[in-house]
């Protein structure tokens, strides 16, 4: 389980660095038993949501949990 975990966080990693948006968040991923977790933090609620939508496109990813990122403060 752990080898396909890896292999579920590593595949995840590669469909991020596709996004020029989601190379930049440099999200953390942890995967276990198949559950995605992302931490991290965004400007925008909407780069969350395409990172989540991101890994549950992968197959073999059962859910991913977006409870860890943050939603940091604009500066404008």
Avoid: M
């Amino acid at each position: 389980q752990a080898t396909r975990d890896s292999r579920l966080t590593e595949f995840i990693k590669q469909r991020f660095s596709k996004s020029q948006t989601l190379r930049e968040t440099n999200f953390e991923i942890v995967t276990i038993r198949g559950v995605v977790s992302l931490s991290g933090q965004t400007r925008f609620q909407v780069i969350a949501l395409e990172a989540a939508q991101a890994a549950r496109e992968i197959p073999g990813v059962i859910a991913v949990n977006t409870h860890h990122i943050r939603l940091e403060a604009g500066n404008d």
